[in-house]
Every structure is written in structure tokens, then in C-alpha cells.
């Protein structure tokens, strides 16, 4: 059925007299029907406006939005009692900020009886003429009243929440809620369907000309983590309040509502504080937390199914190829037997276990992302070459050649740059929004070397290396115009590359994914609140499945990256001089050390944190080292 106003009984017996029409009194009418004839018209007029007075409250003294939609969750028969979330929408100026034509938007159609009246032999649905639609619409990329970046600041899977252009502009909200003219239901502007899934458009637009109708946004994971990085997909801030953010954990992009030189600020007494979710997520998580994958498998995902006990046992007798995900995990050095190292751990109840669990567990060749090797970095990011990507429903999408970066877990298309032989935007523009950037060697090289030249500039700036994973996953904090200030340094690289230049050019026409995005584009009651203007700055199409992004390139590099050494080459010299000074003997060696989880003084738990220790010598000294390798050097040997 489709919504809208059904006039069929204008006139009821039941109202006062007083308020019946005059002919109606004349005629002493009261069956609750007019008589009209065919031949005349009547008219039409609307515009967005408000009909709440600022006094209005509701039942709890708060005052009542302009307009309202209520999602219900289909489990009671009484609307008030089965509302699951409310978007609520509170205008400064409603007839300017809604209307799609602000210097005219009065709405006005005649409509001759005759032409719109359904007669009884006339059986389609709805039996209505439409002359306006009203709309609440996520924010697209291409549409004409779209100009931000709804893939980074506007995320529309949110708990509900309430949208005020009193207090803040429309362009730092999730929903765009505009009023148009419509000639019919078959014609733009309209809610249009696809005929074969039976959805509406998003992405690019909400239309069937630029838009998809299978856009996925977040990822759900069916199955453990793999790593810290198998939240980066995930919509970690649902939240109703603001500031709205995408993918906050493995991406830094500093937020429009929060100055540059801010994790958070101080919106006032209506909004409370803006936080720098991305920038607090990877401070807290990256360097304090880690997925083991050491967990039971009971999903239909795993044939066979294994109990916890049984993966421990595989970890600690070295049977990696046994483990179902993480294999760089490897098991610290123990006199004792697998059987008893796993009954010991799978005795501990989950959060004593995540905490012993580590003290067991070493990472097998992690890398160092203060690196400064092209070499290195091109070998770690083209780690899934060639490897075929698992799609939905269990198809094979083949990258030959390229390197993988899939964000969205299980696709539903492929590589975004074959699209194949589509001829139509909505064929290219399905796989381009519903599946994975891959990228060739050459890319995977200068991306590298754009990363290299970031981290050096990075080091000369800041006179050291990074120190947390978290600092190097983070954007700096400084004013806009800093080094990596406004991105990290990942996202730094990537956008030097022009990588993503192929789906996001705005001086293209079709296909193309962006358009500009710009504060000074923006009306001034749009952009109320902006805090950093320069974050405004950009694409629209930034963050959208075509357009890389510094999270996706943590996907896969968060099991192994770190930001330091725990296997270190030592080499020694020494000499014996005769009493003239002179060298008559001289040796050189070399030791391999690594550092293990154990503290140097064992009376110290592995999990102690370092202000709980109890020992002097592990306060002193920390960690233990071994020596895992000695041999002597020749002279020539370097």
C-alpha cells in the first residue's frame, strides 16, 4: 500500500454541526459524502512548515520535534509499546531546510476529478495521485543535496537519535529529510525498486540511474577473530549520540565537529562532548588487546568441530597446520607436555584465561612497521597475492596476479576494478559497491614506497620512531595543515598514490562514486558546529568500498605488525694490547637474544602488570632475554 492521504469521506454525521460544510447544513447532509461532479477540479497546496509550537512537550516534559520516524520491532500490537528506535528531526528553519527548492517551496497542483478518481471496477493498490513525496534518506555520494563524506562522519546504522539544525547543521547528521514535487509514482524524485531483489538504491545514489540495490556498510563476523583487525569492518559506534562515525577502529581521520588539536571537545550543554572515537579506539585497543583464535570451533563453518582443549593441545605440540586461523601464533618454550600446558589453561575460567594465554603465546615473525624498507613493506602487503577471495555463498572471486583487500569479509561481487563486460552503471556499480579492492604489483610498489617516504618524514619530524602501535595507527594531534593531522599515516600514503583517483574523480561524469566535498560549498546552516573545517575537505566517496582505505590495509597486517623487537643480534669485540699500545689479539662474536613473556625474576607472574610487581629485579630489569644462537666471527666476517 502506498503511503498518503486518502480523501473518500470528507464529511461524517457525527461531527458538530458547526463544523460541517455549509452546503452540507443547507441540504441537511450527513452520510458522510460530498456531491461533486466529474468535470470539477480542486487544489492542492503544501510546503514544509512547522506545526509544533516550542512550548509542546510530550509525556516526559520534552519538547516535540518537527518530525519523527519510528522503526517498530514487530512484537506488539500497540505502536506506542513497539517502537525499537525513533529518528526525531528539529529545524531552525523547516520550510528552508526541507524543501528541495528553498526560494519557492510552495507545492501547488490542480487535479481534475474525473482524471484521479477511482472507480469501483478499478481494483489496483493505493488508487492515490501524487503531487509531493517527503523523505528520510541516508546521505549518498552523487546525489545533488549530498556534499559530505556520509562514509566517514554520517554513519546511518546508528540507534536512532535525534537530528536539531538548531544547534547543529544538517551536513554533521546521518538522515537528509527533504520535500519535493512528484509528477508520478514512476518518475524522479520517487522511492525507486528494484524489480529483482525488491529493494530501494543506495551508495552512489538513491536512484536505479547511480545508486545499487545491495550496499554492504559493516561487517558481522560468524566466526572468532582472527585479530584486532577483524573490528575494523564492524560499526563499533552505534551510538545515538553524536559525533557519528563509520570505521572508527584502524582508520584516523579527524572528525569536522572536533578541532584537529583535540580528542574531544565540548559541544555545550543541549550536545555534551564531542569524542575523537577513532583516535581513543586505537589508543586503547591496539596495544592492550589481541585476538589468539584459540577458542572451540562449534560453528558449521568448521569441519570437524574442535573443543578448546583440543586446539590448545595442537598450539602447544606445534601442530599449526591443525589451527583454524591465526598460525603465526606459536607457543613459548616449556619443559612441560602439550596435554598438561592445555588442561592447565582450559581449566581457567575465560578471563583468567586471557590473561595466562598470553604468557604462552609468541608471534612467529611479526613485522616492524617502523620499517623503512620498500622491500619489506612490498613483501608484507602483497602477502595475499593470488589468493582467491570466498565470496558469498561459498564462490571463488580470483585475483591473479593482484593483491587482495577485502573490508567487507564475505563479498558479494569481486574485484572492483574488473567489473567484466557490464554495459550499464548498475551492473559495474554493483561489484564496485558490493565487492573488493585489489591491487596490482606495480600499485602494491608504490604504495609501499609512499608509505616509506610518510614513515621517514614522520621520524625526521618527530626525532624518534613510533612507540605504540596505537601512535602509528593514530593521526597526529596539532593544527590543520600538520603532518598527518587531518589522516594517519597510512591513509597519508594511500592518498599520495592517487590510488583510489580510478572510482573518484569529480570532473568525470559516470562511473564515478565522488563529487567534491567542501566546507566552503555548504550552506552556513548546513555546516553549523564544524569545529575543523579541513576535515570537510575532499570526496564524498571517501571511505566507500571502492576507495581504499588505511583500515583496510590493517585487515590483514594487524596479526603481524608491532612497532618493536623482541629478537635482537648482539655483537661483541674485544682486544689485548701489548704495553705499546698495540693490538696483538682481537675476537668478535655475535649472539641471537629474544625477549619472552616471562619476567626475570619468576616469583612475578608473566600477566603482572608493571606497577603490580613485586621483585626489585623485575622492576629493574623487566623481561627475561635467552640466548637463543652464539658463534664466533672471522675477521672478515661482517
Known amino acids: 500500500t502506498r503511503?498518503?492521504?486518502?480523501?473518500?469521506?470528507?464529511?461524517?454525521?457525527?461531527?458538530?454541526?458547526a463544523t460541517r460544510y455549509d452546503f452540507e447544513q443547507q441540504h441537511g447532509w450527513d452520510g458522510g459524502w460530498l456531491c461533486i461532479k466529474l468535470t470539477d477540479t480542486f487544489t492542492v497546496i503544501s510546503k514544509p512548515q512547522r506545526t509544533v509550537p516550542p512550548?509542546?512537550?510530550d509525556k516526559n516534559g520534552n519538547t516535540l520535534p518537527d518530525f519523527q520516524v519510528d522503526m517498530l520491532a514487530a512484537q506488539d500490537t500497540e505502536p506506542a509499546n513497539d517502537i525499537l528506535r525513533s529518528f526525531s528531526f528539529r529545524f531552525a528553519n523547516v520550510t528552508n531546510e526541507?524543501?528541495?527548492?528553498?526560494?519557492?517551496?510552495?507545492?501547488?497542483?490542480?487535479?481534475?476529478?474525473?482524471?484521479?478518481?477511482?472507480?469501483?471496477?478499478?481494483k489496483t493498490p493505493g488508487g492515490k495521485s501524487p503531487f509531493a513525496i517527503m523523505t528520510m534518506t541516508?546521505?549518498?555520494?552523487?546525489?545533488?543535496?549530498?556534499?559530505?563524506?556520509?562514509?566517514?562522519?554520517?554513519?546511518?546504522?546508528?540507534?536512532?537519535?535525534?537530528?536539531?539544525?538548531?544547534?547543529?547543521?544538517?551536513?554533521h547528521h546521518s538522515y537528509d529529510l527533504r520535500f519535493e514535487e512528484v509528477q508520478d509514482f514512476n518518475t524522479f524524485p520517487g522511492i525507486e525498486i528494484d524489480a529483482a531483489s525488491k529493494r530501494g538504491f543506495f551508495g552512489a545514489s538513491a536512484t536505479a540511474n547511480r545508486g545499487v540495490s545491495a550496499v554492504p556498510m559493516f561487517r558481522v563476523p560468524r566466526i572468532p577473530a582472527a585479530s584486532l583487525g577483524d573490528l575494523i569492518p564492524a560499526n563499533l559506534i552505534a551510538s545515538s549520540r553524536l559525533p557519528r562515525v563509520n570505521f572508527p577502529f584502524g582508520n584516523s581521520w579527524a572528525h569536522p565537529l572536533i578541532s584537529s588539536n583535540n580528542i574531544s571537545q565540548s559541544a555545550g550543554n543541549i550536545l555534551g562532548t564531542y569524542v575523537d572515537h577513532s583516535f581513543m579506539l586505537n589508543d586503547c585497543l591496539w596495544d592492550r588487546f589481541y585476538f589468539s583464535t584459540l577458542c572451540a570451533y562449534g560453528t558449521d563453518l568448521f569441519a570437524p568441530q574442535r573443543t578448546r582443549i583440543a586446539v590448545l593441545e595442537d598450539l602447544f605440540a606445534a601442530r599449526?597446520?591443525?589451527?583454524?586461523?591465526?598460525?603465526?601464533?606459536?607457543?613459548v618454550p616449556d619443559g612441560r607436555t602439550p596435554q598438561a600446558r592445555a588442561a592447565t589453561l582450559n581449566a581457567l575460567d575465560d578471563k583468567s584465561l586471557a590473561k595466562a594465554l598470553a604468557a604462552e603465546l609468541l608471534v612467529k615473525g611479526p613485522f616492524n612497521v617502523n620499517s623503512d624498507s620498500v622491500e619489506a613493506w612490498r613483501t608484507v602487503l602483497s602477502s595475499l597475492r593470488d589468493e582467491a577471495v570466498v565470496g558469498w555463498t561459498n564462490r571463488d572471486f580470483q585475483t591473479t596476479g593482484k593483491t587482495a583487500f577485502v573490508r567487507s569479509g564475505v563479498p558479494l561481487a569481486g574485484d572492483a576494478d574488473k567489473p567484466g563486460d557490464a554495459a550499464s552503471f548498475n551492473v559495474a556499480g554493483q561489484i564496485r559497491w558490493s565487492g573488493f579492492r585489489a591491487l596490482s604489483d606495480d600499485q602494491i610498489k608504490l604504495l609501499a614506497e609512499s608509505i616509506v617516504r610518510q614513515i621517514r618524514k614522520r621520524g625526521q619530524a618527530d626525532h624518534a620512531p613510533f612507540l605504540s602501535a596505537?601512535?602509528?595507527?593514530?593521526?597526529?594531534?596539532?593544527?590543520?595543515?600538520?603532518?598527518?593531522?587531518?589522516?594517519?599515516?597510512?591513509?597519508?600514503?594511500?592518498?599520495?598514490?592517487?590510488?583510489?583517483?580510478?572510482?573518484?574523480?569529480?570532473e568525470v561524469k559516470a562511473p564515478n562514486d565522488s563529487k567534491a566535498a567542501s566546507f566552503a560549498a555548504l550552506a552556513k546552516d548546513k555546516s553549523l558546529g564544524t569545529n575543523c573545517t579541513q576535515a570537510m575537505d575532499g570526496l564524498t566517496g571517501e571511505g566507500t568500498p571502492s576507495f581504499l582505505t588505511q583500515g583496510d590495509l590493517l585487515m590483514p597486517l594487524a596479526a603481524v605488525m608491532t612497532v618493536r623487537g623482541d629478537t635482537f643480534k648482539i655483537r661483541a669485540y674485544g682486544e689485548s694490547r701489548n704495553p705499546k699500545g698495540q693490538v696483538v689479539a682481537s675476537a668478535r662474536c655475535e649472539a641471537t637474544v629474544q625477549r619472552l613473556p616471562a619476567y626475570l625474576d619468576t616469583s612475578d607472574t608473566a600477566q603482572t602488570a608493571p606497577a603490580n610487581l613485586k621483585s626489585q629485579a623485575n622492576r629493574s630489569f623487566g623481561r627475561r632475554f635467552v640466548i637463543t644462537s652464539f658463534h664466533w666471527l672471522a675477521v672478515d666476517e661482517t
Open 320 to 331: 599449526t597446520d591443525k589451527l583454524p586461523l591465526n598460525r603465526r601464533i606459536v607457543a
Open 138 to 171: 541516508a546521505k549518498t555520494t552523487v546525489d545533488p543535496a549530498d556534499l559530505t563524506k556520509a562514509w566517514l562522519f554520517n554513519n546511518p546504522v546508528v540507534e536512532g537519535g535525534a537530528e536539531d539544525s538548531t544547534t547543529l547543521g544538517l551536513a
Open 98 to 122: 526541507v524543501s528541495a527548492k528553498p526560494k519557492s517551496p510552495v507545492i501547488q497542483r490542480t487535479f481534475r476529478l474525473g482524471d484521479v478518481l477511482q472507480r469501483p471496477d478499478d
Open 470 to 506: 596505537g601512535e602509528f595507527v593514530n593521526r597526529r594531534v596539532g593544527v590543520s595543515g600538520g603532518l598527518h593531522v587531518l589522516r594517519g599515516v597510512l591513509q597519508s600514503a594511500i592518498d599520495d598514490t592517487g590510488t583510489n583517483k580510478a572510482y573518484h574523480r569529480p
Open 55 to 57: 512550548s509542546a512537550r
Open 3 to 17: 503511503a498518503g492521504l486518502q480523501e473518500d469521506h470528507l464529511s461524517y454525521s457525527s461531527r458538530p454541526v
